[in-house]
Antibody, heavy 119, light 110 residues
C-alpha cells in the first residue's frame, strides 16, 4: 500500500524557517517524481514544487521561488521542503503528492502537515 | 501562474447529472491535453478522479467523466449520489513540469 506521511509543520514567526519531510513507503520511491502542494485554510489547492526521480529537474511556483528548496533522499525514501523567509501567506496545509505515470496526475497524497506563520 | 477559473458551487439532486467547468488559457488548459480532476472531502487529502482530460484511474466510478474544448475543461458527474458531495479541483499542466490548480467547486447534493 502506497503511503506518504508528512511531518515538520508547526508555528513559526514571519521571516523564520521550517523544514518539512515526507516519508514514502509501499512503492519504489526512486522511480517517481514528487511534488509539494499546499492549501491555505478554507482556500484552494496550490502547486508549490516538483522534483524528478533523480533530482535532476526541479521547479517552483513563482510564489515560493528563491525562498523554498525541494530535495529528496532516495536512500531514505524521503522528500523534503526547506522553507525560508516565511510569510503569513505561506500559512497552509502542505501535502506531498506523487506524480503518477502520466502528466499532471498526482495519484497519491499524504495527509498533510499544517504550517502556521504568525507572530 | 494564475489559478484556473471554476464556479464556486454547483448543486444537483440525487440521480441528476452536473457539470463543473474549468477555464484557463492557451498556456495551460488549451495548450495541453493534461488536465486532471481531484475530489476532496472535508479534512481529507485530495483524490485523483480524472487524468489526461478524460481518463479514469482504476477504482474511480464511471459516473465521473471529463472533457475539454479549447481553454475550458469539464467534469461531469452523472447519477449524482450523496457521497459525491465534496470540493472538486481541476489541475492543468502549464509547461516545464509546472502545474496550476483551479479555484475549486463545492458540489452539494440536494
Amino acid at each position: 500500500e502506497v503511503q506518504l506521511v508528512e511531518s515538520g509543520g508547526g508555528l513559526v514567526q514571519p521571516g523564520g524557517s521550517l523544514r518539512l519531510s515526507c516519508a514514502a513507503s509501499g512503492f519504489t520511491f526512486s522511480s517517481y517524481s514528487m511534488n509539494w502542494v499546499r492549501q491555505a485554510p478554507g482556500k484552494g489547492l496550490e502547486w508549490v514544487s516538483y522534483i524528478s526521480s533523480s533530482s535532476s529537474t526541479i521547479y517552483y511556483a513563482d510564489s515560493v521561488k528563491g525562498r523554498f528548496t525541494i530535495s529528496r533522499d532516495n536512500a531514505k525514501n524521503s522528500l523534503y521542503l526547506q522553507m525560508n523567509s516565511l510569510r503569513a501567506e505561506d500559512t497552509a496545509v502542505y501535502y506531498c503528492a506523487r506524480s503518477g505515470s502520466y502528466v499532471a496526475d498526482f495519484d497519491y497524497w499524504g495527509q498533510g502537515t499544517l504550517v502556521t506563520v504568525s507572530s | 501562474q494564475s489559478a484556473l477559473t471554476q464556479p464556486a458551487s454547483v448543486s444537483g439532486s440525487p440521480g441528476q447529472s452536473i457539470t463543473i467547468s474549468c477555464t484557463g488559457t492557451s498556456s495551460d488548459v488549451g495548450g495541453y491535453n493534461y488536465v486532471s480532476w481531484y475530489q476532496q472531502h472535508p479534512g481529507k487529502a485530495p483524490k485523483l478522479m480524472i487524468y489526461d482530460v478524460s481518463k479514469r484511474p482504476s477504482g474511480v466510478s464511471n459516473r465521473f467523466s471529463g472533457s475539454k474544448s479549447g481553454n475550458t475543461a469539464s467534469l461531469t458527474i452523472s447519477g449524482l449520489q450523496a457521497e459525491d458531495e465534496a470540493d472538486y479541483y481541476c489541475c492543468s499542466y502549464a509547461g516545464s513540469s509546472t502545474y496550476v490548480f483551479g479555484t475549486g467547486t463545492k458540489v452539494t447534493v440536494l
